[in-house]
């Protein structure tokens, strides 16, 4: 599978998580089959910064922080994104994140 194939099913799943909600990068690669791609797919997510059709921002580390915030324009860009959607955020930390993680193992049906 090339980079730009698997970035295609990284960003179909990112287009299917709800205003509010966050989820992390190894819930995506997990998702895909491909348990050991989280940085494969923080690659696609830092390369999604012109294609506004995918939420990048709900996209965090599995401890809830922002680690791809320095990808945004702007210093607080994607904590301001998730702010907007109604995520509360502490020091780039996202709060409450249990309770908003969403997981495509659970919410999506499963991969062909």
Known sequence: ??????FEKVYKVVR???????????AIAKYLGTPRSSRAVGY???AAHNRPEVPAQ????????LTGKHHFQGTNLMQQLLENEGVVVQKDQVQDFQKIFWDPLLELKPLD
């Open 58 to 65: 709900r996209v965090v580390n599995r401890n809830g922080l």
């Open 44 to 46: 696609a997510m830092n």
């Open 16 to 26: 299917q998580i709800p205003a509010g909600r966050v989820t992390s990068y190894g």
């Open 1 to 6: 599978m090339s980079d730009g194939d698997f």
